[in-house]
């Protein structure tokens, strides 16, 4: 696999203590490293088949198996984890509201179809390229998109707090006196140390029921055939459910792409390595959408870039995509454990509440470090009304009542979270609005052409001339 080396930066100079190479740490650090962050992106990735009834050992193993199967089609050079996407909830619970075994195919069946849709946009950016579609991607609207996707996460990570504080805040303050007072590898594995250290505050307190682990077995199989989408083709099949499952749910996938644009520009800000010129987004999105079809046709959630995990990027610093493949080992080896899975289901919420509280606020940080290290001006009225349209938008309509815009087509209820609504009024206004850096608008041939026309998210983009 090849190096993130090989990726070209964002214009910054690396950080003096970033790692771009774990196997300089040698083996053992490199372990603990993955199993760091396979702790982080536990908490969110159990929650949603918990939300929807799917299995939660099928969906570890195909975490880790779709987290390789997008390394592999991204060339080895993302240091991102494939999780669980929330933003298909809302799809399991209109086809089967309660959970139901005998409708949960279904719902899987309208999620491996929306999957395709990352194939058919993956190839449309193969065919034009980035330049041509990433100009409508600037810093001044990828910026606060990725500032939103921590802070729309924000008020779940209170919730968890919230059910007890102390040991939230016993989490919070491990991650925070290891990462700032820590030395040596304890500084760079805060977030281990901070489940760790909670969950043991949380036994010792009596909110943890460790009843269902004495009862699960040590070796299992993380599938069964009834809980595939393969099982629903028989004497039973029931065609209009399968195209009603279908209709309803491919719309969340343009909601789930924007979003994936989003991460990997957080990835990248974060890495100072620019995943959207190489290996691409035609790859990541390739990566995704098979990663979210294989999982659903065996019955797990669909899977997503995880912003978790890039927060534990952007805290230790440590940005080799190795440490995150061995996350993905892991994953998978413990999803033939029931006894493993029950451990992590019984993680208390407010230990999962004070690691994400961190994370969360990592993510949005990101963000804004993006907008600042491409000197966006916000003396121009145009990056101020495009940044404040995203913030609120998004911010405001997913702490709405419905969580989201809800509307009708052709009798099929559509609902656009509010990233994806801000995410699209950003990129029309920046479209619309006049005052944009040249190479951003016009000239898209010729742009094409050019092999060396830096990409929007590249600092180089901001020594172009402003047009007033």
Known sequence: ???????????????????????????????????????????ATILVPTLTGLSVSATLLFAGLGTLLFHFLAKGKVPAFLG?????????????????????????????????LYLIVSALFKVFGPQRIMRFFPPVVTG??????????????????????????????????????????IRIIPILLGVIGSYVAAAFAGVVDFAPVADAAWIGLPVLWDNTVFAL???????????????????????????????MSAISSTCNRNFIAEPGLHRTLLGDGLATIVASLFGAPANTTYGENTGVLALTRVFDPRVVRIAACFAILFSFCPKFAA?????????IGGVS?????????????????????????????????????SLGIASSAA???????????????????GSVVGILLNIILPGKEEGWDGGLAAEAEADDVPLPLEAEVTSLPIAD
């Open 84 to 116: 669980s996407s929330f933003a298909f909830i809302a799809g399991y619970a209109a086809i089967a509201p309660n959970g139901e075994a005998a409708l949960l195919p279904y719902a899987c069946l309208g999620v491996a179809c929306a999957g395709l």
């Open 357 to 393: 509280l961190v994370l969360y606020g990592m993510i949005s940080a990101v963000g804004i470090r993006n907008l600042v290290e491409n000197h966006v001006d916000f003396m121009m009225s145009r990056n101020v009304l495009i940044t404040a349209l995203i913030l609120v938008l």
């Open 144 to 185: 606060p998109i990725v500032i939103c996707i921590g802070l729309i996460l924000a008020p779940s990570a209170i919730a968890n707090c919230e059910t007890n504080w102390p040991v939230a805040l016993v989490a919070i303050a491990i991650i925070v006196i290891s990462n700032i007072w820590g030395r040596g590898m």
């Open 403 to 421: 969580g989201a815009i809800v509307f009708e087509v052709g009798g099929v209820t559509v609902a656009l979270s509010g990233l994806a609504v």
């Open 233 to 263: 083709f028989g004497p039973n099949f029931d065609a209009g459910l399968a195209i009603t499952a279908i209709i309803t749910i491919m719309p969340l996938a343009f909601a789930t792409i924007i979003e994936h644009i989003g991460d």
């Open 1 to 43: 696999m090849s190096d993130t080396k090989t990726v070209p930066t964002m214009g910054a100079d690396d950080a003096p203590d970033a790692v771009y190479d774990a196997r300089t740490l040698g083996v053992p650090k490199m372990t603990i490293f993955g199993i760091q962050h396979m702790f982080a992106m536990f908490g």
């Open 343 to 351: 451990v992590i289901s019984c993680m208390p919420a407010c230990v």
